[in-house]
């Protein structure tokens, strides 16, 4: 009887300190969460600066090359609306990128190219692109919306994806009108690819009057759907507390209003739309409940699916010759509707025009 009776005293002190200690251990593996997600925050900052000098090593011989300071709409989730400053219009930085050969007394069209990635940021990635839109005489605006990487914790947790980070896109294109005399406010375009092809979907949706011509590259088109053949890692970003906060089936009418497909019947603006049967980001059968959508809608657009082409979610923009004879799809579309002053019309214009040095 002693003997149990031991056992029993020494498990009512061992237990209590155990608990403690593995509490003690949950927290510090806590502490060294946050401390990894702060230096990552810092890695990304100092990232974004080492491309940003980038930009103008590859880009400065095309373009005057610079990153503006303005703002949208506030911030969609506020935990305290009472605090000052909280219900404040977001900040942003934009790319603005105007070739050195224009004419200031005449008009030219523009280009608001929104960057893809949840959490992602417009990078030296799109170079090559960037090179032949000049090279034809295209204005150039790519914001760094809320959400984005390379500004720190607190505009990183700002993201809405399919919600205000379109006004603040929106708000990029109408910063540029305001303050170059020499854009043609009539002769905007959007373009951009997966969730920047999303952006620019719910643009022109949500902005027809505003916009000549949109191009959306292997869009995100139904967040039900992706969000349901996503992996786990992924489905977090969306229903994070910071960001919606609910899953689908914990608000489906929520993921419904921020994804592209379940509003064509909102289209009125000459649209093009590419994707790709190998796409392992974007399946192609979000594309297709898009495409499928704007035919059920009577909706007028042109669209391409194309079958196993080498590059996946990038084939279009990566730096072969096929991917070059696409986006001169692409341009050759943009210039019925933007009429820029030197349209691509062959890859050998691309190579021309966008890689041998200006003369």
Known sequence: MKRYLSAFLMAMVILPVAAQTEQNLENKVNELLKENESLNHRLDVLEKKIDDVTWFHRVGDLAFIDKVYIYGPPPANV??????????????????????????????????????????????????????????????????????????????????????????????????????????????????????????????????DSYACAFAGVPVSDMILRYGYAAVDYRKLYDADYHIGKTPREDINEYRRRSPAWQAHKLKTPLLIHT?????????????????????????????????????????RIDTKAARQVRVKIYKFLAQYLNPPKPIKSVEDINRAAYLPMK
């Open 79 to 208: 935990k305290n609306p009472e605090q000052t400053g909280a219900t404040n219009p977001v900040k942003f930085w934009s790319y603005v990128f105007i070739p050195k050969n224009i004419d200031p007394n005449k008009k030219y069209p523009m280009l608001v190219f929104p960057h893809g990635g949840v959490h992602g940021d417009f990078t030296t990635y799109y170079t090559h692109i960037v090179r032949e839109m000049l090279a034809q005489g295209y204005i150039i605006v790519a914001p760094e919306y809320r959400g984005s990487t390379g500004y720190g914790s607190e505009h990183w947790h700002r993201i809405d994806y399919g919600g205000l980070e379109n006004e603040d896109v929106f708000a990029s294109r109408n910063y540029m009108i305001e303050n170059y005399d020499f854009i043609d406010k009539n002769r905007v375009g959007i373009i951009g690819w997966s969730h920047g092809g999303m952006i620019a979907l719910h643009n022109i949706f949500d902005h027809p």
């Open 276 to 316: 790709n049967t190998n796409d392992d980001d974007v399946y192609v059968i979000e594309v297709e409940a898009l495409i499928k959508s704007l035919k059920a809608e009577g909706k007028k657009f042109e669209y391409e699916i194309f079958q196993d082409m080498p590059g996946g979610h990038s084939f279009d």
